[in-house]
C-alpha cells in the first residue's frame, strides 16, 4: 500500500517540516523516499537563459544531495529528484509517472496553505494529486480557534533531514453518507492498524437549530436534531460494519453542527495525530466529499491531514 513517497521541497525550513512523519512512515512501512526539487530561473533581459537555467538546476541538486545524506544515514531508501518547469504540474506529472503512493507536504498554520509549498501549489496537487497527499503543519504553527487562524506564530527551522518522534495514537476520519465513505473508512482502518492507533468515525449533521425557518411549524428542535443523529449513526454503522470488518475496535461519533468546525474541534479536544478524508476525484477540494469542509479542515487543523480521492 506505501512503498513510495514522494516529497516535495523548495529550499525553506517550513517545507523541510514534513521530514519526521516521512521518515516515521518510510521506516514503519519500508517505503522509498523520493524527494523532488522543481527548478525554474528567472532571467532578465539580456541574460543568458541557458546559464540561468543550469545555475538553478545545480542548486537544487546539491541542496537535495544534503538532505539525501542525512536519510539515508538513517537507513532509508533514498534518492532525489530535480524537474524544470511548473512547481505544481512537475510534481504532479512526477505522482502519475514515478509510481508513487503518497505525496507529503508542508502547512503553515496561519493562513492555512500559502505560497510555494503553502499556497496555490499545494492547492493544486490535492486537488489533482492521484495519490493520497499528506499535510503536515510546520512546527511551531499555532491556530487559537477554529474558526480564526492565530494573530502570531513562530514556526521553528528543523535542520535539513532532522528526526523526531512522531507517534499516531488517535486518527479521526470524517465522513459523509456516499458510498465513498467506505473507501476513507477502510483507509483509515489500515493505518490505526499498522500504527496501533485508535480510531474515531466522525460524521456531523447540520443542525437544525441553524436551517429550519421559524415560521414553518415543524417538531421540537431538539427532537429534530436527536432524529437526524440517530438515523445517521444507524446508516453509518451499517458502512462501518462492511468497511471494517467484525474486528475493528473504531469508535463512532455523531454530532450536529457546520461539519469543518466539528472536525477541527473534535480533533483538538481529543487529540487526533492525525486526520484521514476525502476528496472528490474529479474536482478535488473545491467539490469535496463534504463540500468546503476538506479545504477548511486543511486550513485549520493542527494535527496532520491526510487527504484521498475518491475513486472516480
Known sequence: ?????????????????????????????????????????????????????????????????????????????????????????????????????????STHGRGGIRRWVLGSVAETVVRHSPVPVLLVRAAGAVVSSITAPAATETPAAPAAGASAAVVIRHILCPVDLTPTCREIMATANAMASRFGADLTILHA???????????????????LREEAIRSAEETLREEMRHALGPGSHASLVVVAGLPFQQIVRHARTHNADLIVMGTEGKTGLNHAIMGSTAEQVVRRASCPVLTLRAAP
Open 1 to 105: 500500500m506505501l512503498s513510495r513517497i514522494l516529497v516535495p521541497l523548495d529550499g525553506s525550513p517550513v517545507a523541510e517540516a514534513v521530514l519526521p512523519q516521512v521518515i516515521e512512515l518510510a521506516a514503519l512501512r519500508q517505503a522509498e523516499v523520493v524527494l523532488l526539487r522543481v527548478a525554474l530561473a528567472h532571467t532578465f533581459l539580456g541574460a543568458d537563459p541557458v546559464e540561468a537555467q543550469v545555475r538553478v538546476v545545480e542548486e537544487a541538486q546539491a541542496y537535495l544531495g544534503t538532505i539525501e545524506t542525512n536519510l539515508a544515514a538513517q537507513g532509508l531508501a533514498v534518492r532525489s529528484v530535480v524537474r524544470y518547469g511548473h512547481a505544481a504540474d512537475e510534481i504532479l506529472d512526477h505522482a502519475r509517472a514515478g509510481g508513487v503512493d503518497m505525496i507529503a507536504m
Open 205 to 223: 449533521v447540520r443542525d437544525p437549530l441553524s436551517v429550519t425557518c421559524s415560521h414553518i411549524p415543524h417538531p421540537p428542535l431538539d427532537q
